[in-house]
């Protein structure tokens, strides 16, 4: 495969490149915490749009930074590697989401966006070192955490989130991270990555991911089932423990643990 730019369309190449369905995701669960909290529409706008861009910013420099080895691995799959737009569009597009993103972040308080760009650098962090490390899993799990603070930190009187919520995000990261990783973790060990998950194998992350989510919905719903929670993630490692479904089943048992908390009325302040 040669480095040479593959004609077609660099717009959705670049939207294919930001990791679209973990992106997706985590600003939907911002989203849905920004109205549970009453920021009202000018706030959850603008909290929306700042996790938009930090995970934007996250996704791309994700795929520019392991461009060349993802060329030595022939994937085909990924637009900077196969040369469907170029790394200095994509390096021009993610300047302009870090832009977007402090000046979102920063509407909506000093308190809450020094958090939330905490939470951005610790993508970016992962990107650059961390990912190959035993440390893998503590970006993800400190991203995750500070989320619900991004958005409580912006209401009157800047109030944190408790210390359960704070946690449970934590836990959740965790679980993402491990069922994010699942499915390439042969080609990351053989191309050198050697972060937890691939660390411990295939068996091991699939049973840290569905128990770091169950420990979670512990937390985030004590008066519910937890096997209503951690249903999704069970099922999925057991249906397809090397795709991308247990990934998307955390996310779903987040979004479920994170509405029994709203209903409860677990972000409002003073709860």
């Not at 717009?11 to 997706?24: E, M």
């Not at 915490?33 to 000018?42: I, S, T």
């Not at 390439?184 to 128990?211: E, F, H, K, Y």
Request: proline residues 8%.
């Amino acid at each position: 495969m040669s480095g040479a730019v593959v004609a077609g369309r660099p717009g959705w190449a670049l939207v294919r490149a930001c990791h679209p369905g973990p992106a997706v995701a985590v600003t939907g669960l911002a989203a849905a915490m920004a109205v549970g909290a009453g920021r009202g529409v000018v706030g959850t706008v603008l909290t929306t749009g700042a996790v938009a861009a930090g995970q934007l910013s996250i996704g791309w420099s994700n795929d520019l930074v392991d461009r060349r080895r993802d060329l030595a691995a022939g994937r085909g799959d990924k637009p900077f590697a196969a040369g469907e737009v170029t790394a200095r569009r994509g390096w021009a597009a993610t300047a302009w989401a870090v832009a977007c993103c402090v000046a979102l972040s920063a509407a909506c308080g000093p308190a809450a966006a020094t958090v939330h760009l905490v939470a951005v650098a610790a993508g970016w962090a992962y990107n650059l070192r961390l990912k190959a490390t035993a440390w893998s899993w503590l970006p993800y799990a400190l991203a995750f955490a500070l989320l619900p603070a991004f958005v409580t930190l912006a209401l009157p009187g800047r109030p944190w989130p408790a210390p359960a919520v704070l946690g449970a995000g934590a836990l959740l990261g965790v679980a993402a991270h491990f069922a994010n990783v699942l499915p390439d973790i042969a080609a990351d060990r053989a191309a050198g990555v050697r972060g937890l998950p691939q660390r411990l194998g295939p068996r091991a992350s699939a049973a840290v991911a569905v128990l770091a989510a169950a420990a979670a919905a512990l937390v985030l719903a004590p008066g519910w089932p937890v096997a209503l929670v951690t249903a999704p993630p069970v099922l999925a490692v057991l249906r397809a423990p090397r795709g991308r479904l247990p990934f998307l089943a955390v996310i779903a048992a987040a979004a479920l643990a994170l509405g029994l908390l709203l209903l409860d009325g677990g972000l409002r302040p003073g709860s």
